[in-house]
């Protein structure tokens, strides 16, 4: 995840939401109008008091007694409607503003090309759509109403305290500048630790997510143990870091609510001393005592709420840093539409380097044209750049040289999704998404019909199998597939593949988790399949390519040769070598023992 400069202010990554909050722009006005009349009526108790006790206990007049008392009456019913409408009101909003922020987000993510996913674990982006998204929506939906709510109750308490008595005020103003001094100093130590802690527990779930993706493997190494100590390890270190802002937030709070207290009760008892010597009346003295509670109230509040809006800046500042992440494979910015018809695909001298391996060529200088309808198959040793071609072919990454041209128009030039949508796709590891049958092969064509699913499943071997499914069709797979054998999976990525019928096939291994009989069977099918289009098979087992219109053998990012099965057997040496180990062929050469080995582990 690539760094970004903190902020200055402590709280400024707050008002980068303001896009996401100007969309409910009449939404706010009326939460607003709603603040401030709570805080309004929440001011006018007070006064009420007052003159019910000058007026009224100390008067003696029933009348008087039972009008404030009507008022009390009045001002809390319109305190009850205008804090009700104001929590419903910017409750939604807070809900509302964190769908958008996590819609975007994840949206985002998904318009990234793999190598972002290279520096960056899934499990560290789930964490920031979950966790920081829920800060944001405490912050938007709670805090930030009860902040502005206090805020307008301080300032309005403590301009009731001057108008009550401006000589008791003043004591309460020289004390407050005590109050806020902690508040300040704490507050950026508080920003700090709340942003350590949203990343320790990220990287706990980035760890977990690793893991329980990848229990076949933890349990057949019996690392159940290690990898359960390696998740407590983080959540240690996640509560340890959490705690430490929790310490700091506590000795805050305490604090302030000492300074607080000390300043009333000692302003609080040179009022007493004023009653007594009749320079103020009980009703003032009561009405002091009530605004200086509000105001009391109001200044922890906000500094409660200060804490908040620190934790929700970290969490702020992280998910920017999703949106504000550029995806190197961009859209071009005047598009071209793909030709149907034309010379082709056609590598142009191209040389490519993985991001997280920029000193190792994965391609170099690479040329080939591959002609419309034909069926290339792809084989080397492992590392010889099969599937970069495919990736690359796929726009997931681009040729730091040279170029890629369809039918004689650049791939730089071509919207992302309607290159794609020409392009058919079989992966070594098939992968299945937790719906059903029926959700899963017509995943990249939703509209397609029950038959045209059911005809897909017949060329890809897959019928059978699926009709012996307790729903058939419309049977459940569990996430990633569990329910299904290898095979199957794989028979059902095939048949993903022949629906969405692409003019362009690739096939990376599509046939590698199938047995023998299986295997003729789908074989037969992508023969089927492959007419009519363009297909690149990327084959270990030569014995699926022998019957392709041509071969070409890959070493080291280059095309060392290329050719019929036959002609190569006699003209590639590298070629021969694998055939020998696969056939029991004798290679005409046998002086590249590297090539050797390496066609041992790709096999």
């Known amino acids: 995840m690539p760094d970004v400069a903190p902020s200055t202010a402590r709280i400024s990554p707050l008002f980068d939401l303001a896009p996401f909050l100007r969309r409910y722009a009449g939404r706010w006005a009326l939460a607003f109008m709603a603040l401030v009349t709570s805080a309004g009526a929440t001011l006018a108790l007070p006064v009420t008091f007052r003159y019910l006790i000058d007026r009224g206990f100390a008067g003696g007049n029933r009348a008087h007694i039972d009008r404030y008392f009507l008022a009390l009456l009045a001002v809390s019913l319109v305190l009850a409607g205008a804090t009700a409408l104001r929590f419903y009101l910017v409750s939604w909003l807070g809900e509302r503003v964190t769908a958008d922020l996590r819609k975007a987000v994840y949206e985002h993510v998904l318009g990234m090309s793999p190598q972002f996913f290279e520096t960056t674990q899934s499990g560290e982006v789930l964490s920031r759509l979950t966790t920081d998204t829920t ?45 806020v001094a902690p508040i300040v100093i704490f507050g950026r130590r508080m920003r700090k630790l709340s942003r350590a802690s949203q990343d320790k527990v990220a990287n706990a779930s980035a760890l977990a997510g690793e893991v329980l993706n990848a229990m076949p493997t933890v349990q057949s190494f019996s690392q159940e143990t290690r990898e359960a100590q390696r998740f407590a390890g983080r959540v240690e270190t ?15 709070t305490a604090a302030v609510i000492v300074l607080v207290f000390a300043a009333i009760v000692f302003v609080l008892w040179l009022g007493a001393q004023a009653v007594l010597a009749g320079h103020m009346t009980a009703g003032q003295l009561s009405q002091f005592i009530l605004y200086a509670v509000v105001t009391a109230g109001a200044v922890g509040a906000v500094a409660e709420v200060w804490g908040d809006l620190q934790r929700a800046a970290g969490a702020t500042e992280r998910l920017l840093q999703l949106l504000a992440a550029r995806s190197p494979v961009a859209q071009p910015e005047a598009a071209i539409r793909l030709p149907m018809h034309g010379d082709g695909i056609r590598f142009d001298n191209v040389s490519f380097s993985y991001p997280s391996r920029p000193g190792v060529a994965a391609l170099s200088g690479l040329s080939l044209d591959i002609r419309p309808g034909e069926h290339l198959a792809l084989v080397g040793p492992s590392g010889a750049g099969k599937t970069t071609l495919f990736q690359l072919l796929l726009r997931f990454y681009d040729p730091q040289a040279g170029g890629i041209l369809i039918n004689g128009v650049p791939t730089r030039q071509v919207p992302l999704a309607e290159l794609r949508r020409e392009v058919g796709v079989v992966l070594q590891e098939s992968v299945i998404f937790s719906g059903s049958v029926l959700d899963n092969i017509r995943y990249g064509a939703p509209e397609a019909t029950l038959g045209q699913v059911q005809q897909a499943a017949e060329m890809a071997a897959a019928a059978g199998f699926i009709e012996e499914l307790p729903q058939g069709y419309d049977t459940f797979l569990g996430e990633r597939g569990v329910r299904l054998s290898g095979g199957q999976r794989q028979r059902i990525a095939i048949a993903r593949a022949i629906l969405k019928n692409p003019s362009i096939l690739l096939l990376d291994e599509a046939t590698s988790a199938l047995d023998a009989a299986s295997e003729r069977l789908v074989q037969r099918a992508l023969d089927n399949a492959a007419q009519n289009r363009t297909t690149l098979v990327i084959a270990h087992r030569l014995a699926t390519v022998q019957q392709a219109d041509r071969i070409v053998v890959l070493e080291q990012g280059r095309i060392v040769a290329q050719g019929r099965h036959a002609d190569l057997l006699q003209a590639s040496p590298l070629y021969a070598q694998l055939a020998a180990l696969q056939f029991g062929e004798t290679p005409r050469q046998t002086e590249q023992p590297g090539a050797v080995r390496d066609s041992v582990d790709s096999a």
Do not use: C, D, K
Not at 141 to 157: A, D, H, I
Not at 238 to 252: D, G, K, V
């Open 238 to 252: 996640a509560f340890e870091t959490a705690l430490m802002r929790i310490r700091a937030r506590a000795w805050l």
């Open 135 to 179: 800060l944001i929506q405490t912050v938007v939906g709670t805090s930030l109403s009860m902040g502005l709510r206090n805020f307008f109750l301080l300032t309005g308490g403590v301009a009731m305290l001057a108008v009550t008595s401006p000589v008791l005020s003043g004591y309460i103003m020289a004390t407050l500048v005590v109050v």
